[in-house]
């Protein structure tokens, strides 16, 4: 599960007669784009962004958050801000100000009461039953709760004991809608309207069915790719959340200096796997100063996997980049195993990694 | 001295030239396939294979070893149905390349990719029949038969079409109405540090219930250098 920034102004929750708070949530948006693009608007008063970059960016979790309480703090905004897995403990998070890690979810969640579900049938019941927190009742079993409390109740189910990440129908589905009605909404949305002002029947159809899906398996469950200029397989393509009707991905892809010549891998890891290259007496292949490979290689082992002979192998090419001015040192491999997969290698650090397949 | 009226159109300087149409735009008032035609459009390089299109209401089944050009084969079949405006949905194919999927022609605004693993996936599948119109499942275990069942039923009843592509044959428990199995590929370009990889060359297998008589065997770059399907010649 995802882990989210989420973004609480409580003050601009409830919009008033003049839509000045609708106006408002737009500027906030546009100010906490700044430092992330991937802003998704919930609903009112309440917008979310995945914490990985921005965290990698700015060195840390609690520094995203500073950086984001300064910016909207000098623009007049008070906010609550919590990182979490899922949209449901980051909006749990917010109200508390924590930050929770990737496996601490369970234990963020088990001893929140009942009542922030805010399921009042629920609230109401489950106390009464000696299930006062979101552990007691994670640890009903999934059968139990379906045959005491319904269908509704296996999603809050899921959602305490940390296997979903939030509950059906928390999101505003017009917040789209009413932040483009004042603009300024557009870039922060990345809703774009169809030719005529309005979007074609296929699209409503997709739409729908997008975001139903969406409800049940979080956000980050679906998603659309955008092609964006990169050198590398991982850099030349992101996927972003199904955000609204028909999302505004360009089809051309800008010229970028140095990247790999067709044809392009169909599998790249967003997270790399480490790899092993040994030449035929077993021992490692390393890419020296130089450049080039310290032997040929013979032999290319993928996790814990079985090793694989090599038939052939194209470069290294090294890749030396200015990244956000630290200097980074990497060389890509491209790897034809005997069993006829194409593989990608890069090196850095003095590990090769399984960056993509030419599946 | 300029006497007929034909003149008075006549401009002094060239005419500036059009300007150039933003393609995004383009492509957006392009007249969209119809809903209701019985087949989805298919990338024409594939027609000597399938036919010119998918049946709406049938299934594909791609089989490919593991790296052997299923997620290739399967995209491709997206291309030209994306292209002419229908949705497609994408289900359980991990970390796929964008670049790729772009050289290929797959039209990115309209496919959507939901993240489902095992028996949830084709649940998802069947879900999404609802609003798109060719959906593309990629499994890595062996879906449950009834599952299996009702999902084809689902996709029959939407008439949308379903591809589905494995690595394990047996992982997907009905015959296909399509049924293309990769039996052998080779990568082309590199050698001993020179030269990058350029190309792959695919036998494919070519039956299933709606083709009729013996699986019959074809050579295809898969993809060539451009990153794009190619039927190869004389093969």
Redesign the interface.
Known sequence: MERLVAVLATELSREGEGGEEVRQFAELLGIVETICPWVTPIRLGLCTFPVRGPSRLLGGDSAVLAAVRMDLERAGFVVRLGIAPGLFAATVAAERGAIVGEGELEAFLAPLDVSVLERPDLTRLLPRLGVRTLGAFADLGAREVYARFGPDALSCHRVASGEEGELPGRRDPGIFRRLRAVGGGEDATSVQQGFDGGTDRLEQRAAMVATRLQQRLGSASVMVARPRGGRCPSDQGAFVPFGGLSPAVSTTVPPWPAHLPAPAPTTVYVDPHPAQLLDAGGAPVVVLRSGLLSATPAVCVLGEGRPRSLDAYGGPWPLVERWWGAQRRRARLQVVCSDGTALLLIFENRQWWLEAVYD | MWLRYEHMFASPTPLPARPELN???V???RP?AA?SSRRLPLLSALHPLLGDGIQRGSSTVVV?????????LG?TLLTAASSA???C?VVGL??????????LGV??????????EGGRSIE?AG??T????LVLLALRSPAPYAAARQLLARVRDRRAALVVVTTVERHWPIGGDVEIRVS????T????????????RATVLVGGRRMGGAPRRHTLWL?????EIALMEGA
Request: glycine share 18%.
């Open positions: 393609q995004d735009l492509a957006r008032v969209l809903a490919a070893p593991r790296g052997g050009g299923g997620s290739t995209l405006g229908h949705w949905g991990h970390d796929p390349g964008v670049m790729a999927m772009a050289d039209d990115l605004r309209r496919v959507v990719f939901v993240a489902a998802v879900e999404l609802d609003g798109v119109d052998d590929s080779t990568w370009g590199p050698e001993h540090g020179h030269g990058c990889l350029t190309g792959r993809p060539t250098a451009e990153g």
